[in-house]
């Protein structure tokens, strides 16, 4: 078992920035590929980004490719989620999954692939 608990959201202005984490507890962190998706009101739950357990490998959806930038310590037991250039349209509850994987390079993208999940953290960009 993982437990997962993700902190960091807030409201910012529109070109603003946050920093998301992840924090990771139970079984070895550093044996689980991790990623970040959100949820807006009304929508469906979507891939932001992904990153394999070694760090080496890092997947990111089109619409935030060039201003997110995901991020891991397995020393700490940590995952992160740089989001800059913020848009309204990034307005969502935002959750870390984690996955266990054999493979140090594997990148999980699909929400239905991972077994574990945070609770979620609102980030709310105003115009």
């Known amino acids: 078992q993982v437990q997962l608990v993700e902190s960091g959201g807030g409201l910012v202005q529109a070109g603003g920035s946050l920093r998301l984490s992840c924090a990771a507890s139970g079984r070895t962190f550093s044996r689980y590929g991790l990623g970040w998706f959100r949820q807006a009101p009304g929508k469906e739950r979507e891939f932001v980004a992904a990153i394999s357990w070694s760090g080496f490998s890092t997947a990111y959806a089109d619409s935030v490719k060039g201003r997110f930038t995901i991020s891991r310590d397995n020393a700490k037991n940590m995952a992160y989620l740089q989001m800059n250039s913020l848009k309204p349209e990034d307005t969502a509850v935002y959750y870390c999954?984690?996955?266990?994987?054999?493979?140090?390079?594997?990148?999980?993208?699909?929400?239905?692939?991972?077994?574990?999940w945070g609770q979620g953290t609102q980030v709310t960009v105003s115009s």
């Open positions: 999954a984690a996955q266990s994987v054999t493979d140090s390079l594997k990148i999980i993208v699909v929400s239905d692939d991972y077994n574990y």
